[in-house]
């Protein structure tokens, strides 16, 4: 999700990291950002991160004049699993078919995936709320996930459609759930509902690229108390994992009114489907019964908080597999949205690449 309002006055002030990273039962570790700058790739608004294997990964940009995706190498210690190398190939797009008034696709990319089978890429944009194909030339090939008509554009709340996306190649599946509460199953936690949970969908879609199953999630309640006048709560991010179990980051941002304190919070959770209820559209959220919701296991949780002091604000947009260590321990790469490096001097947000470790 675009943050603009959030960006614009806190690009000209130092963002710091002010908490170290915390371990919740030992689940994961964590390697401090990098910026892609270190090996002279330009700025972005990364919005999802796929791998192409070999060390080839696909990117996507939500604020770009074409469709497509950017590809990088991108190495990685088999030992640290530290990010020790980058190269941006380039970018593979075609002439968007809708553009705003900057010239801009409206597409809004958000997430990607790639599918082996074909060869092929599969992006979710926010602006359509459609998932298309794209070949490897970064042009859609005319096919399309078949979104529920219960998740189209009509029932989302603007900019709270479609950004996490995830596909597990050992079990077939494609993975979506929209950042937040679609409009028929209740009202979306934040200031007018500071006890609430966000109620989402997650959906799972087969091979032939149709709908096979539908999961209830349920979002923690707001952690700020104190909220300022830009507060923005969703999931951004899924990444399948090879034991069919699916990785969920829960994201927290809140802008106070002077700027100083506002924070990104981020929480990564670990689902099972194969464990879980199944649901259907024809029950809203908000009256479905607790026990039928998802069981979630944290995995990791990190903040940044603006301070006066120096650059380490990073609102993560995308994330991915890594590789795995020779230890067997699995790596998660993520990569930030800096707006396009926004700001002045040496205040600019940065393109970081991050990596977690899984135990």
Not at 319 to 334: A, E, F, N, P
Request: hydrophobic letters at 40%.
């Amino acid at each position: 999700m675009k943050q603009p309002l959030i960006m614009k006055k806190l690009a000209v002030m130092a963002l710091t990291l002010t908490a170290p990273f915390t371990l919740h039962a030992q689940y994961a570790a964590e390697h401090k950002e990098v910026d892609l700058a270190r090996w002279g790739v330009g700025t972005a608004q990364y919005s999802g991160i796929t791998p192409l294997g070999n060390g080839r990964y696909a990117l996507v940009s939500d604020d770009e004049p074409s469709d497509g995706f950017f590809v990088m190498h991108i190495e990685q210690s088999p030992l640290t699993g530290e990010v020790v190398n980058v190269a941006l190939e380039g970018f593979y797009g075609s002439p968007a078919t809708a553009l705003d008034t900057r010239g801009m696709s409206l597409r809004d990319a958000e997430g990607i995936v790639y599918h082996p089978s074909t060869n092929t890429v599969f992006i979710s944009g926010e602006g359509d709320q459609q998932i298309l194909e794209y070949n490897m030339e970064g042009s859609p090939t005319g096919r399309s996930l078949a979104v529920p008509e219960q998740m189209g554009k009509e029932h989302i709340f603007p900019n709270y459609g479609f950004e996490a996306l995830g596909y597990s190649a050992e079990h077939e599946s494609f993975w979506t759930i929209t950042e937040s509460v679609l409009r028929p199953d209740g009202v979306a936690a934040g200031p007018l509902n500071p006890e609430g949970h966000n109620l989402l969908r997650l959906q799972q879609f087969d091979e032939t690229l149709q709908p096979t199953a539908q999961y209830a999630y349920r979002m923690d309640a707001p952690a700020i108390k104190v909220f300022g006048p830009t507060y923005i709560y969703g999931v951004p991010l899924i990444t399948a994992m090879p034991d069919g179990s699916l990785l969920v980051m829960e994201r927290e941002a809140n802008v106070t009114k002077n700027y100083l304190g506002s924070s990104v919070a981020c929480k990564l959770f670990r689902v099972h489907p194969a464990q879980s209820h199944q649901i259907d559209g024809s029950t809203r959220l908000d009256t479905l019964d607790p026990n039928l919701f998802m069981v979630k296991e944290i995995v990791a949780y990190f903040k940044t908080k603006l301070s006066l002091t120096k650059i380490g604000f990073a609102n993560y947009e995308g994330m991915c597999l890594g590789i795995r260590l020779d230890d067997g321990r699995q790596t998660l790469l993520l990569v930030a949205d800096s707006q396009g490096g926004m700001g002045k001097g040496p205040f600019r947000l940065k393109d970081y690449l991050k990596v977690l470790i899984l135990n």
